[in-house]
């Protein structure tokens, strides 16, 4: 049978099938009541062999063939929807979002051929390369005003394979003064990817950091940080991971882990609920499920987050997380600071943000009012917007702080203030740089 951190072990069964399944010819399929009967007869089957408790995959299993038996699934046609069909009637029983049955000839066909081959290197190197072409689920990583660092990463990939990525990425901020982890769109992965990532952010002293207890083979492994990493270790460093719905399984293991370790600050929305690892088995030469055999054991609180998500130390909507947590980078690293400028610098940075988190509203007419020239520099009005551009320089979007005052999302460093006389009638602008001097331009036109 392939490996399984090949398919999935902490990734929802969609994701996987995504990356890994893509390019294959479609396979014919006939889908009659005789492989309603087969498939609802197969996933119980599965489903008491394997899933992590045995009392609920006997309710699964009988709700099913209930419903079968009652003539609920004899009006579906399509095997997508009875697809999804099943996996609602399974998580209406288990509420455990892992779960899931999909319809997938070619799927179905690889699945089954490696159950009777085994492990396939020529699989292994497909999936290692479509794992490559996304970079290993990295997609962005930078270093934001303040000297934070930044990685917006979508899932946990196996070591094996991505470790020298990930050391690159490490290696990026490792001069960071604080790091942001942006799961909001993380799905899961490899629980040892998680294991790497959070052996940076310790000492070489091993942490435990969960453990996963699977049911087929009633063992549990045990997950520390590594002794050995490639590349500097960060401990002191201020962490600070955003988190949304979606995000899900092994990035729940990161945020729960990191959390409890009193390692990072949360910061988002309530996760998604899903602490149960497994694999996808197939069904039939059909249909295909995620089993989940394995739960999660933290070895601070003796539970997980199966059901009820990570709950954020800091909770704001996912859309603003970044936002609150740059603000809470700044405000750590003013306090520790000893550096004048670099602490004026620090808050002109954080009243930006916050001016970002509560955006005013701005009527038409008042922009209006402010597009003109001043000098050398030129206010225009376009779609509903205002934009800057001094005479020989690029044009920048505006975005408003206060009525008055506007700043600029890529010159951190600058914002311009709009001056009225006492009719109201705006005669001047007012350059203000982060460094506390100020210039002013006189309205021409």
């Not at 790497?196 to 045990?222: G, M």
């Not at 030469?285 to 954020?312: D, L, M, Q, S």
């Not at 009638?425 to 036109?445: A, C, F, I, P, Q």
Request: proline share 4%; net charge neutral.
């Amino acid at each position: 049978m392939l490996n399984l951190k090949l398919i999935v072990i902490f990734i929802t069964f969609i994701l996987a099938a995504k990356i890994s399944f893509a390019q294959q010819e479609p396979v014919k399929f006939s889908f009659d009541s005789k492989v309603k009967q087969q498939t609802v007869k197969k996933i119980s089957n599965l489903l008491d062999e394997n899933y992590i408790f045995p009392d609920l995959a006997k309710k699964m299993g009988t709700l099913i063939k209930q419903n079968l038996a009652a003539g609920s699934y004899d009006g579906i046609d399509d095997p997508m929807k009875f697809a999804e069909k099943l996996t609602a009637d399974l998580q209406s029983v288990s509420n455990d979002k892992h779960i899931r049955v999909r319809f997938s000839p070619e799927d179905a066909k690889r699945l089954i051929e490696q159950e009777k081959n085994g492990s396939d290197t020529d699989d292994e190197k497909h999936w290692n390369e479509m794992m490559k072409k996304e970079n290993y689920g990295f997609k962005k990583v930078e270093r934001l005003p303040g000297n934070i660092g930044y990685v917006d990463f979508r899932n946990f990939a196996s070591p094996d394979y991505s470790k020298e990525t990930v050391a690159s990425v490490m290696k990026f901020l490792e001069n960071t003064d604080a790091i942001i982890f942006d799961l909001r769109l993380n799905g899961g992965g490899d629980p040892a990817g998680v294991q790497l990532i959070c052996s940076y952010l310790f000492t070489e002293t091993p942490v435990h950091l969960n453990d996963l207890y699977y049911r087929p083979t009633d063992e549990t492994k045990e997950y520390w940080t590594l002794r050995k990493i490639d590349g500097k270790r960060m401990p002191d460093v201020p962490v600070y991971v955003l988190t949304s719905k979606f995000t899900f399984s092994g990035a729940e293991e990161f945020s729960y882990n990191l959390k409890n370790l009193k390692r990072a600050t949360i910061v988002g929305e309530t996760t998604g609920g899903g602490a149960h690892p497994g694999g996808v088995r197939a069904i039939n030469e059909g249909f295909a499920i995620f089993v989940p055999n394995g739960r999660a054991i933290n070895p601070i609180t003796k539970t997980n987050w199966e059901g009820v998500g990570v709950e954020p130390d800091v909770n704001i909507k996912s859309e603003l997380a970044l936002e609150q947590a740059q603000i809470l980078a700044l405000q750590k690293l003013t306090q520790k600071s000893k550096d004048e400028q670099q602490i004026r610098t620090n808050n002109w940075m954080v009243e930006s943000l916050n001016a970002l988190l509560n955006a005013p509203t701005i009527d038409e007419i008042t922009l209006k009012s402010y597009a003109g020239i001043y000098d050398d520099r030129t206010i225009t009005y376009e779609a509903g917007k205002l934009y800057y551009q001094r005479k020989g320089r690029q044009k920048y979007a505006m975005t408003p702080m206060t009525e008055d005052t506007f700043m600029f999302k890529d010159l951190d460093y600058f914002r311009l203030k709009f001056v009225k006389d006492a009719l109201g009638v705006v005669y001047e602008v007012n350059g203000l740089y982060d460094d506390g001097h100020m210039d002013r331009s006189k309205r021409t036109n």
